[in-house]
């Protein structure tokens, strides 16, 4: 009996996603029944009252995919699709927590201190290979340096050690300084947080077309510098819940590769994926639900900055053919304005706006772009 199917597919990078190998870990897919027992010629009447398909990524990489079967084989139709959005985002969603409002920028520390840290283990582990090898220098007539002892306390330590050990712990003293520094600046930001700024957009904006945006702010703060405007589209990461009921688990059972155990408190108010382990964010200020830092979304494409004006802004769409707004279980498609503000005195500042967008009337198919998922490679002067 011939059927036609929606199939979600989705490959999700998980945070650091460079230390896996996407054809190793398994596609999450989930399928509902549009209609059964019809004829191919009646497809395309079904077709056109749903949103279009679309590809992002490649089967053999990251991959977020919605597409159509008929008895087992994609089909597409020509005749165009609807462009409402059919899977809007709810209520006490985590757009609403995570990605709505005012937020800060990291430390620039964070980055460098973990730059650094790569080199530091570099340095550890050949300090670690000569202090191995030194013994056979010495039997050879090569001698040697730094293997004298140096007493702290009741114990005796390599020379060597004391040139190589102050790498390693500096970094963590200055992560911790850093830390310091973005609870400090949070602290000082909730105290004296200024008023939303008034945004306007046209309720029929769409993917891949100009964005027509008015912004009015109450006041200008004098500590402000240059102010411009963007607009994004990425992945948000799928519901734990429904990326184990399509691997045919419950939620208590082993996770899938790429997805740590449950973090009770964090799933319960739905803070992050469960594979960033807590490394995913500086340390952040438990007065602001989702925090102040905002994460990035790790497929992600921006598009090219406009300087402010107190007039309406046209902004050109990222690169490549994105679908509209989707928020299901499985697959979330998520736009938003970022409005970055420059500070003479301190980092920058920014506010996010949810932007619910249109489809296109065609299926699509764009590249991933990929990151990290830290939230210091977020700021969108980097990408």
């Given at each position: 009996?011939?059927?036609?199917?929606?199939?979600?597919?989705?490959?999700?990078?998980?945070?650091?996603?460079?230390?896996?190998?996407?054809?190793?870990?398994?596609?999450?897919?989930?399928?509902?029944?549009?209609?059964?027992?019809?004829?191919?010629?009646?497809?395309?009447?079904?077709?056109?009252?749903?949103?279009?398909?679309?590809?992002?990524?490649?089967?053999?990489?990251?991959?977020?995919?919605?597409?159509?079967?008929?008895?087992?084989?994609?089909?597409?139709?020509?005749?165009?699709?609807?462009?409402?959005?059919?899977?809007?985002?709810?209520?006490?969603?985590?757009?609403?927590?995570?990605?709505?409002?005012?937020?800060?920028?990291?430390?620039?520390?964070?980055?460098?201190?973990?730059?650094?840290?790569?080199?530091?283990?570099?340095?550890?582990?050949?300090?670690?290979?000569?202090?191995?090898?030194?013994?056979?220098?010495?039997?050879?007539?090569?001698?040697?340096?730094?293997?004298?002892?140096?007493?702290?306390?009741?114990?005796?330590?390599?020379?060597?050690?004391?040139?190589?050990?102050?790498?390693?712990?500096?970094?963590?003293?200055?992560?911790?300084?850093?830390?310091?520094?973005?609870?400090?600046?949070?602290?000082?930001?909730?105290?004296?947080?200024?008023?939303?700024?008034?945004?306007?957009?046209?309720?029929?904006?769409?993917?891949?077309?100009?964005?027509?945006?008015?912004?009015?702010?109450?006041?200008?703060?004098?500590?402000?510098?240059?102010?411009?405007?963007?607009?994004?589209?990425?992945?948000?990461?799928?519901?734990?819940?429904?990326?184990?009921?399509?691997?045919?688990?419950?939620?208590?059972?082993?996770?899938?590769?790429?997805?740590?155990?449950?973090?009770?408190?964090?799933?319960?108010?739905?803070?992050?994926?469960?594979?960033?382990?807590?490394?995913?964010?500086?340390?952040?200020?438990?007065?602001?639900?989702?925090?102040?830092?905002?994460?990035?979304?790790?497929?992600?494409?921006?598009?090219?900055?406009?300087?402010?004006?107190?007039?309406?802004?046209?902004?050109?769409?990222?690169?490549?053919?994105?679908?509209?707004?989707?928020?299901?279980?499985?697959?979330?498609?998520?736009?938003?304005?970022?409005?970055v503000i420059e500070r003479k005195i301190g980092r920058s500042l920014m506010w996010v706006e949810p932007l619910n967008?249109?489809?296109?009337?065609?299926?699509?198919?764009?590249?991933?772009?990929?990151?990290?998922?830290?939230?210091?490679?977020?700021?969108?002067?980097?990408?």
């Amino acid at each position: 009996m011939p059927k036609l199917v929606v199939e979600e597919r989705i490959r999700y990078p998980p945070f650091e996603s460079y230390r896996f190998k996407p054809k190793l870990l398994p596609i999450a897919t989930k399928t509902d029944i549009i209609a059964e027992d019809i004829e191919a010629s009646e497809v395309d009447e079904y077709l056109v009252k749903r949103n279009p398909p679309f590809t992002v990524g490649s089967e053999d990489s990251w991959i977020v995919e919605k597409r159509y079967l008929f008895d087992g084989e994609i089909v597409d139709t020509d005749k165009g699709y609807k462009k409402n959005i059919s899977q809007p985002v709810t209520k006490d969603s985590i757009i609403e927590k995570q990605r709505t409002g005012w937020y800060l920028t990291p430390n620039p520390v964070h980055a460098a201190i973990r730059k650094f840290l790569n080199f530091a283990v570099i340095v550890l582990l050949i300090a670690l290979a000569y202090l191995f090898l030194e013994p056979l220098l010495e039997i050879i007539g090569l001698g040697g340096f730094g293997t004298g002892r140096v007493r702290f306390g009741l114990l005796d330590y390599p020379l060597l050690a004391v040139f190589v050990m102050p790498l390693l712990f500096a970094p963590i003293a200055l992560r911790v300084i850093a830390n310091f520094s973005d609870l400090i600046n949070q602290r000082r930001f909730l105290m004296n947080s200024p008023t939303s700024p008034k945004i306007s957009i046209k309720s029929d904006s769409s993917s891949n077309e100009e964005l027509k945006v008015k912004i009015e702010f109450d006041t200008i703060d004098e500590s402000w510098g240059d102010i411009s405007v963007l607009w994004r589209v990425g992945i948000l990461p799928p519901s734990r819940e429904s990326l184990m009921t399509s691997f045919g688990k419950t939620t208590n059972q082993q996770p899938p590769p790429g997805l740590t155990t449950e973090l009770p408190h964090h799933w319960e108010v739905n803070l992050d994926d469960g594979t960033g382990g807590g490394e995913d964010s500086p340390m952040e200020s438990n007065d602001v639900k989702g925090g102040l830092f905002i994460r990035p979304m790790r497929i992600m494409k921006q598009s090219q900055t406009v300087k402010y004006e107190d007039k309406e802004l046209i902004l050109e769409p990222p690169l490549g053919q994105w679908p509209g707004t989707i928020y299901s279980p499985l697959i979330r498609v998520h736009w938003e304005l970022v409005i970055v503000i420059e500070r003479k005195i301190g980092r920058s500042l920014m506010w996010v706006e949810p932007l619910n967008i249109l489809h296109q009337n065609k299926s699509s198919i764009v590249i991933a772009d990929v990151n990290s998922g830290r939230t210091e490679t977020n700021h969108p002067s980097i990408y």
